[in-house]
């Protein structure tokens, strides 16, 4: 798993801050790497780990919580009863009609520090920039950049293959799990990523 210090220093920063963190990218960006790297560096900072509430709305667990009510309901199972700060991270969260009001309702009542993630093109738009407006601070992510993509390849800068590694980012682009896959399945990864961007968007 590739760190992105960049990224994960640019979230630390606005750590215990008002706003809500909304990391915004296409699919397969590495938002949900992100994600789980700043759960592991609240975890070193001495967080405790049921004051961590990390929901992938994607995943089996809580593929099946699409709507406010159930949102609510699953939170307040999750949510410590206590008065210490509590970290919700929430993965791909445009897969919940209503959230937009549930992350409202817990900013104005616990004390907590809440990041979102999500995919959709539209996810700022609307009703998000009506209720928390003001509120939030948009992380863009985005696909590998050339010199990430020599870091991840383990190539020198400096080094002979600088010029045929650019060549196929230049093909395929900085798509982690592209960057990362063999050659022979490279073009299928990223036209099922392409398909998926076209179906969200």
Request: hydrophobic share 40%; no cysteine; proline share 3%.
């Amino acid at each position: 798993m590739f760190k992105r210090p960049n990224y994960l220093k640019e979230l630390i920063q606005f750590k215990d801050s008002d706003f809500i963190k909304v990391i915004t990218g296409v699919r397969r960006s590495g938002k949900s790497v992100l994600l789980m790297l700043y759960k592991e560096y609240l975890l070193q900072e001495g967080v405790p780990e049921n004051h961590i509430i990390h929901i992938n709305f994607e995943s089996f667990e809580y593929q099946t919580i699409t709507t406010e009510e159930k949102f609510r309901q699953k939170l307040d199972e999750l949510l410590p009863e206590d008065d210490k700060k509590v970290y919700l991270l929430f993965d791909e969260i445009q897969m919940v009609e209503g959230w937009q009001r549930v992350v409202n309702g817990i900013r104005v009542s616990f004390n907590s520090d809440i990041i979102i993630t999500g995919s959709n093109a539209n996810m700022l738009s609307g009703e998000i920039a009506t209720l928390l407006s003001g509120r939030y601070i948009e992380i863009p992510i985005y696909p590998f950049s050339f010199s990430e993509f020599l870091h991840v390849r383990g190539i020198e800068a400096d080094s002979r293959k600088v010029d045929s590694a650019y060549d196929e980012y230049e093909k395929y682009g900085g798509f982690p799990s592209v960057v990362i896959a063999g050659e022979s399945i490279k073009d299928t990864i990223l036209s099922g990523i392409f398909d998926t961007i076209v179906l969200n968007d």
